[in-house]
Each structure stands twice: as structure tokens, then as C-alpha cells.
């Protein structure tokens, strides 16, 4: 049985804004304000070696909550843990321990070679000239970085800079990464050797990975347990395969000219100009042989299962209910 490095619990996070009165002047010089609560009594434990994946809507409370994990925002009320540190109090000897990729704020400095800034965390970490030499040729395999490292920040593509980006997080040797939103708009290729170095890095060195995206190619690639977050509450905290099995609906696509029988018309969900849509569970994916049998003149047919894509759409809609999540 492995150890929970992240412990949360009774977890609250509110923001005070000043009331949004139509009014400029009634903005500026009211007193009164509202209380958003981004986060809501959360709990939850992460083990090592976990990817966790936390999925919300804008403004869900994904990046309120994961600020909270690295010590940058302080607690409405509740207790966290990381590998036996409350990120608050002992910010100095927890960097130590973490690594961090936030969006919006870069590691790395805009005007110098990204190898300099490297070697500036080298110092500030305390890694000799051996370990520094082992990780880069570590990252050099996953990542091919080798022409990036005398190239300054500012001239490298945004896929580039993530890559540095998550090389810098990772030079420590952290026993948790987090990450907020690492592939947002990086192209399929980088995409994927983001996720398959991220992998390996799990795989071999046992890191547990914090990570909040809108990309459900990261959840499905990379996370085994997702984390959903609605209006700051946590909606649903369980394995992938579980929200996968929310929905195991197949779809099908058939194109041409169709004769409907009875027996097909109760699986026909929409029908646009020879466009036929039509869904069943995986126990009734017989009635192709049904449609096929009737209609000689199709050009064209397509299956889908339902992926994760889908149920978290039909989730955000409300088409999906969950139960209660227990906290
Ligand atoms: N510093 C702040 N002051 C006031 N309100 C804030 C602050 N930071 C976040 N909020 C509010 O808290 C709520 C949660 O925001 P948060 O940034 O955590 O959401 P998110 O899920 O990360 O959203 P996104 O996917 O758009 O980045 C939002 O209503 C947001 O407006």
C-alpha cells in the first residue's frame, strides 16, 4: 500500500469583490462587497505515484485549488498537507520538494538562454555538477532539448516553452508536479511528447502529478483518477475507466438512402439530409446488421463509443447526473 503525499481536508477558498453595480462612481465608493467561494469543503488524499487529473469549466475553482496546494494561496479555512508539509508554513523547504508549472508565470527568464536559467536552479537547488549532467541527459532523451538550452526564452515557440518549462520544474528531483493547464495551445505532436515524458516520468521515478486542463486528450492520456469541479464543489472524485462507464453508448453514423424498420427506429436520434444518427448500448450493436439488411443503398457508415469527451459534455448539461459525491 503506498503513502497519501497530499491530504486535504474541510478545504475552503473565498474571494471578496466589490458588489458589480452599473454605476462607476457607485463601484469606487461603495463599501459593500460579495463573497465568492471558489473552493468548498474539499477533501480528498492523493498517493504516490497518482496522476491526478482536476477538470472543471472556466472559473470552476481549478487553479484557486492548486494555487492552494503550492503554498501560493492561503486557506479560507481547512488543512493541507504535502508529503508532510502545509505549503503555507514551510514555503522555503517545500519549494524544495515540488514542482510547478503555472500558465501564466514562467520559470524560466525571457531574455536568456534557457540553459543559464537551468543552471541559476541548479545553484538555488543545491544539484551537483553530476545529478545536473544526469538530469539534462534524462530530459535530452524524453524531450529533445539539446538545440533548445542556448536558445533565449523569448525566441522558442510555445511548445518549446512548455518543454523547457517542465525541464526547469523537474530539474529537483520533486516528488509532486503540478501542473495547470501544460498543453493549452501546443500542437497534437508536442501534445505527445509532453505526455509520454510526463508518463515516464511516473513510471520510473514513481512522481505524483497534480494536473488541471480543458484537454481531455491530457485526462485520457496521462490520469487514471479525475477530480471534477463545479462552482468550487467537488461533483466527482473517482477513477477514469468510472466516468468512462457513466456512458457506454455507441454511435452510429450511417449515410445513403435507409429503410427504417420498426424494429431500428427506437436507436434513430437525429436524421439530417441521408444522414442517419443512431445510438445503443454495446448489447444492441446488432441492429447494423438490421440497418444494412433493408438498405442497399448506403454509402458510408461510422461507430464512435462514447468517450470522455462526451460524458463531460453531457455532464457540464446536466444530461449525465452524478450522485452525490461523498467528500
Ligand atoms: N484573486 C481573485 N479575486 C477574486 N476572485 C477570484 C480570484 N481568483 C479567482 N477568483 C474567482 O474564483 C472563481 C474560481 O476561479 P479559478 O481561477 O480558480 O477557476 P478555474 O477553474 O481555474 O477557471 P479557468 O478554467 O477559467 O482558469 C472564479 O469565480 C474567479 O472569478
Same mark, same amino acid.
Given at each position: 500500500?503506498?503513502?497519501? %503525499? ?6 475552503? /477558498? ?31 488524499? %492523493? ?57 501564466? /508565470? ?12 537551468? /543552471? ?8 551537483? #555538477?553530476?545529478?545536473?549532467? /544526469? ?40 516528488? %509532486?508536479?503540478?501542473? #495547470? ?87 434513430? %436520434? ?12 454495446? #448489447? ?44
Amino acid at each position: 500500500m503506498k503513502n497519501n %503525499v497530499i491530504k486535504v481536508s474541510g478545504l475552503n /477558498k473565498d474571494f471578496k469583490i466589490s458588489k458589480n453595480y452599473d454605476s462607476f462612481f457607485k463601484r469606487i465608493f461603495s463599501n459593500s462587497s460579495e463573497t465568492i467561494s471558489a473552493i468548498s469543503d474539499f477533501n480528498f488524499t %492523493v498517493e504516490t505515484g497518482e496522476i491526478l487529473g482536476i477538470l472543471g469549466k472556466n472559473g470552476a475553482g481549478k487553479t484557486s485549488l492548486i494555487k492552494m496546494l503550492t503554498g501560493i494561496l492561503t486557506p479560507t479555512s481547512g488543512e493541507i498537507e504535502v508529503i508532510g508539509y502545509c505549503p503555507q508554513k514551510n514555503r522555503y523547504k517545500y519549494t524544495f520538494s515540488i514542482g510547478v508549472v503555472l500558465g501564466q /508565470k514562467s520559470l524560466l527568464w525571457y531574455n536568456i538562454p534557457v540553459i543559464e536559467s537551468l /543552471k541559476l536552479y541548479k545553484s538555488i537547488y543545491g544539484i551537483d #555538477d553530476e545529478k545536473f549532467n /544526469k538530469r539534462l541527459a534524462l530530459f535530452e532523451r524524453g524531450f529533445a532539448i539539446k538545440k533548445l538550452l542556448d536558445v533565449p526564452v523569448r525566441k522558442l515557440s510555445l511548445g518549446e516553452r512548455m518543454k523547457c518549462e517542465i525541464v526547469a520544474s523537474l530539474l529537483h528531483d520533486p516528488t %509532486v508536479l503540478f501542473l #495547470d493547464e501544460p498543453t493549452i495551445g501546443l500542437d497534437v505532436i508536442s501534445k505527445e511528447q509532453i505526455h509520454k515524458f510526463l508518463k515516464r516520468m511516473n513510471k520510473e521515478l514513481d512522481t505524483t502529478i497534480i494536473i488541471t486542463t480543458h484537454n481531455l486528450d491530457d485526462i485520457e492520456k496521462l490520469c487514471n483518477r479525475v477530480l471534477l469541479i463545479d462552482h468550487g464543489k467537488k461533483i466527482f472524485d473517482g477513477a477514469k475507466d468510472h466516468l468512462l462507464s457513466l456512458d457506454d453508448k455507441k454511435t452510429i453514423i450511417v449515410k445513403g438512402k435507409l429503410n427504417i424498420s420498426p424494429s431500428v427506429s427506437q436507436y434513430l %436520434v437525429n436524421e439530417n439530409q441521408n444522414v442517419y444518427k443512431f445510438q445503443c448500448s454495446k #448489447d444492441n450493436i446488432n441492429i447494423i446488421g438490421e440497418i444494412l439488411k433493408d438498405s442497399p443503398e448506403i454509402s458510408d457508415i461510422e461507430i464512435y463509443n462514447n468517450n470522455l469527451e462526451m460524458i463531460i459534455s453531457k455532464i457540464y448539461k446536466g444530461e449525465i447526473v452524478l450522485n452525490d459525491c461523498p467528500n
